[in-house]
């Protein structure tokens, strides 16, 4: 896929221009007795540096790059939260002791 063509401003849009004369040549060649059993199509731009541009051979792998990189990037953010929930669960937690601390110096200094 080429690096941003002009007038072209994401991933999406390349995406779209792209579907259109691709069915094209493959509706063409289907009606020559071509077919093909996948189509596979790196969607990012140049400038990302993604393994499956050429001549990197990363649409050649068995399994789809940009999935394993999908679901490493969401594994990350599950994991990412539910620390910051930890984080909050004990920060809250560290509140309430300091609080109930305070209280526990205050009744015994007869405050
Ligand atoms: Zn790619």
Redesign the pocket.
């Known amino acids: 896929m080429p690096d941003t063509p002009p007038g072209v401003r994401c991933v999406a849009e390349v995406a779209k221009a792209f579907e259109s004369p691709q069915q094209f040549i493959l509706e063409t060649l289907r009606s020559q007795g071509v077919e093909f059993d996948a189509v596979f199509v790196?969607?990012?731009f140049k400038s990302?540096g993604?393994?499956?541009?050429k001549p990197r051979a990363?649409?050649l792998l068995p399994e789809d790059?940009?999935r394993r990189e999908r679901k490493r990037k969401q594994l990350r953010r599950r994991r990412d939260k539910e620390s910051q929930r930890e984080r909050s669960r004990l920060e809250a937690q560290s509140r309430k002791d300091a609080v109930r601390a305070y209280e526990l110096v205050y009744a015994a200094l007869g405050a």
Do not use: E, K, Q, V
């Open positions: 790196c969607p990012h990302d993604c393994g499956c541009r990363g649409l790059p940009h």
